[in-house]
C-alpha cells in the first residue's frame, strides 16, 4: 500500500504592511461600503463537489500583541488536509465589537495568500449576513465563495433548534432571516452560520454539515484552529 502524501506545509511569514482603519468611524464606513458588495447565489461550489476548502482561524497573544492567522486547505470530498499556511504579525486594530474583522484580516489576507491555490470556498469562523454591518467574509476582502460559521451567538435573537443534527431556527434581523442556529451533532450547541459572498444560506448549511463529521465544528475550522495556535507558540 502506499503511503499517504502529506499535505504542503508553507513556512510562516511576518504579516505584510496593510491599510488598516485608524478610527472606529472610518473602520464602519469600510463596513457599510464593503457589505454592498457581497452577492448571495449559488455562484460558489455545491456541498462536496471537487476542490479545495479552506478554513481560516486567528490566535492572539495580547502580551505580545501578536496574532497568527492560519489557513488549512481541505480536499471538499475526502476532507483530508493538502495545504497548510501561517502568517504572524502584530495587531493592528483594537479590540472593539463588531470590527474585530480589522484586528484579524492582515493576517488572514497574508495567510490566504501564501496557499499555491485559490480555495473553491472559505470557511471562516465569524460571521456573515450575520453580521450587523459587514459580512467578515466580505467580497471586497476575499472575492471567493464564502461563508461563515461562528462558535457563538453575536447580535440576531433565535429560538432553540431541535436537538437532532440538521434541525436550525432562523437568526432574524426584523422579518429577515441572516443566518441560522445550525445543530451540527445530536445534543449538542448549534453552530451559527451565514453567508458571506456567492452564496446562499441553504447552501452555507449544507457546506457545513458536510463539512462537520461526529463533532460540533467543520474539520476546516477544526483543522485552522490547532494550526493558528501551533504558529502563535512557534512566533
Excluded at 469562523?125 to 461562528?150: E, F
Excluded at 432574524?172 to 452564496?199: C, I, M, N, Q
Aim: hydrophobic share 40%; glycine share 8%; charged share 20%.
Amino acid at each position: 500500500m502506499s503511503a499517504r502524501p502529506q499535505p504542503v506545509v508553507i513556512p510562516p511569514r511576518v504579516v505584510r504592511s496593510h491599510t488598516t482603519p485608524t478610527t472606529e468611524a472610518e473602520a464602519v464606513a469600510i463596513q457599510r461600503r464593503l457589505r454592498s458588495l457581497a452577492v448571495y447565489d449559488s455562484s460558489g461550489p455545491g456541498p462536496g463537489e471537487p476542490g479545495t476548502v479552506v478554513g481560516v482561524d486567528v490566535a492572539y497573544d495580547d502580551a505580545r500583541n501578536l496574532v497568527a492567522a492560519a489557513a488549512v486547505a481541505l480536499h471538499a470530498i475526502t476532507l483530508e488536509v493538502v495545504e497548510r499556511a501561517t502568517a504572524v504579525g502584530p495587531v493592528a486594530f483594537p479590540c472593539v465589537p463588531g470590527l474585530l474583522a480589522f484586528r484579524e484580516l492582515p493576517a488572514v489576507l497574508d495567510a490566504l495568500g501564501r496557499l499555491r491555490r485559490a480555495p473553491d470556498l472559505v470557511v471562516c469562523d465569524g460571521y456573515g449576513l450575520a453580521h450587523p454591518r459587514l459580512p467578515q467574509t466580505s467580497s471586497g476582502r476575499c472575492p471567493q465563495p464564502t461563508i461563515g460559521v461562528a462558535k457563538n451567538p453575536f447580535t440576531f435573537a433565535h429560538t432553540q433548534p431541535p436537538p437532532h443534527r440538521g434541525a436550525f431556527t432562523p437568526l432574524l434581523d426584523g422579518d429577515e432571516e441572516v443566518g441560522r442556529a445550525l445543530r451540527t451533532r445530536d445534543g449538542v450547541k448549534p453552530v451559527y452560520v451565514s453567508p458571506g459572498h456567492r452564496t446562499t444560506l441553504d447552501d452555507a448549511c449544507a457546506h457545513t454539515l458536510h463539512l462537520t463529521r461526529g463533532v460540533r465544528l467543520p474539520e476546516t475550522t477544526r483543522a485552522a484552529d490547532r494550526l493558528c495556535r501551533e504558529a502563535l507558540a512557534a512566533a
